[in-house]
């Protein structure tokens, strides 16, 4: 009775969570939540600057232009803007997505001016140093080289070039060693010019403040900031193959790892809801879960196996991953593309209430800390989900039924055309795939 007051309680408090949204003289998007349970603050500085906008053969720029936002700007060092978080107890850095770039922080209440002073002037005002640009492109360049005799990294990377080939999403924000080391000081700036404008982001508080007090500091710290024309380019959807892909990278060792999807939902997608339903039937259930059961349970064959989705503005994915011995890496292929299918033609009624119940029970423990509340902010208001979703979610999941799923299953599964990766020691005639195209 204890533990079912307390997930009541959960449910309630998200339900009741209120999310506003102001807008600034300079067109700065506000998005604020206030929670007086702990005396401290979780800021996210979010720019549409994300490296699906890096320009081809300067891969990883847009990581870099958020990183150097903290090394230095004309009033203080990189030196003084560590030690000024430290000195408080606070946090403060970097991040770069796909579709956008900026910066996080957290600190005590009593601290937000000051850190609102220092993201306001990190933003506004970067040096972009050329001493600190070689030594970061130096740590960045070290990091995607300590990678390279990773299996799992060299199979993510490597299936997102496959997936989208040309296109600006087939490359990880980090970018790439070789591409990292052209970027200079006039790509920086170049970059920063035409993505960091106010009306071109937004920022997320959540925790101990007072919204009307927050807005008013806001607007005389940022008034500087001038809004502007942001000239992005017009990123296009990626292309699907008609064919079935594969590509195999040879490496010695004992265990395949297989990764086997396509193109699935960007952002907005409006079967969004039914098809992450879909998917933890399919592969996204960490214990029961169709290719979960069949691969692990049944065979025996692994002990990682799932399949999700994932999205972005400009596109998206569908992966199913396995890793597995290497002689047993055909077999498992077969019972994912198996299983692909089977969900497009029947799903049970206790698999959908399982589904059900795992997301509506899950989903208010996704925020029950600030931090995880600004990251469930930054996310609706980029899938401009409303600002009432968080009292609308449960609702969502509960209205679907097992026609949608199928639906889904239908649109976004597609076992009769794919990409599929294999990293291990396994040669194309160990795969039993028809008209399949093996790339060198």
């Not at 009593?110 to 850190?115: A, G, I, P, Q, S």
């Not at 049944?298 to 972005?312: E, Q, V």
């Not at 609308?392 to 976004?412: F, H, M, P, T, W």
């Amino acid at each position: 009775m204890k533990i079912l007051c307390s997930v009541l309680l959960f449910v309630l408090c998200a339900s009741a969570t209120t999310i506003e949204r102001d807008t600034l003289p300079n067109g700065l998007i506000v998005l604020t939540v206030e929670a007086h349970k702990l005396p401290m603050v979780v800021m996210r500085a979010s720019i549409h600057a994300g490296s699906v906008f890096d320009p081809q053969g300067k891969e990883g720029l847009a990581n870099v232009v958020s990183q150097m936002l903290l090394r230095g700007t004309t009033h203080r060092t990189t030196d003084e803007i560590v030690e000024t978080v430290e000195s408080v107890g606070g946090t403060l850095s970097s991040f770069a997505d796909e579709d956008y770039a900026g910066l996080t922080g957290r600190v005590l209440s009593k601290d937000l001016y000051l850190l609102i002073d220092l993201v306001s002037d990190c933003v506004q005002h970067p040096r972009f140093d050329s001493v600190e640009l070689t030594r970061l492109r130096r740590e960045i360049v070290s990091g995607i080289k300590a990678l390279a005799d990773d299996p799992f990294a060299v199979s993510e990377r490597e299936f997102r070039q496959l997936i989208f080939h040309d296109h600006p999403l087939g490359h990880f924000p980090e970018g790439f060693d070789s591409s990292v080391a052209q970027i200079n000081v006039t790509d920086v700036q170049k970059f920063y010019d035409s993505f960091y404008a106010p009306n071109n982001g937004f920022l997320v508080f959540v925790g101990d403040f007072c919204r009307d007090s927050l807005i008013d500091i806001l607007s005389e710290t940022l008034s500087s900031w001038e809004r502007r024309v942001v000239h992005a380019p017009d990123i296009p959807d990626p292309t699907a193959r008609s064919t079935t892909v594969g590509k195999i990278i040879p490496m010695e060792i004992s265990q395949a790892y297989i990764l086997l999807g396509h193109l699935g939902p960007k952002y907005g997608a409006d079967d969004w809801q039914e098809t992450r339903v879909m998917n933890y039937v399919l592969g996204g259930a960490a214990s029961t879960s169709r290719i979960f059961e069949h691969v692990r349970e049944k065979k025996g064959l692994a002990y990682i196996a799932y399949s999700y989705f994932r999205r972005y503005k400009t596109g998206g994915y569908f992966m199913a991953e396995v890793q597995t011995k290497n002689e047993m890496a055909n077999e498992v292929v077969q019972i994912v593309l198996d299983e692909m299918r089977r969900t497009q033609d029947t799903i049970g009624v206790e698999e959908l209430q399982r589904a059900k119940k795992f997301y509506t029970g899950y989903f208010p423990l996704t925020h029950d800390s600030y931090g995880e509340m600004a990251d469930v902010v930054f996310h609706i208001e980029i899938q401009h989900l409303g600002l009432d979703y968080l009292s609308r979610y449960e609702q969502l999941i509960e209205s679907i039924r097992l026609g949608d799923l199928k639906g889904a299953a239908q649109k976004y599964l597609h076992p009769d055309r794919f990409y599929l990766l294999i990293v291990g020691d396994v040669k194309p005639d160990d795969i039993d795939i028809e008209e399949i195209e093996w790339l060198e």
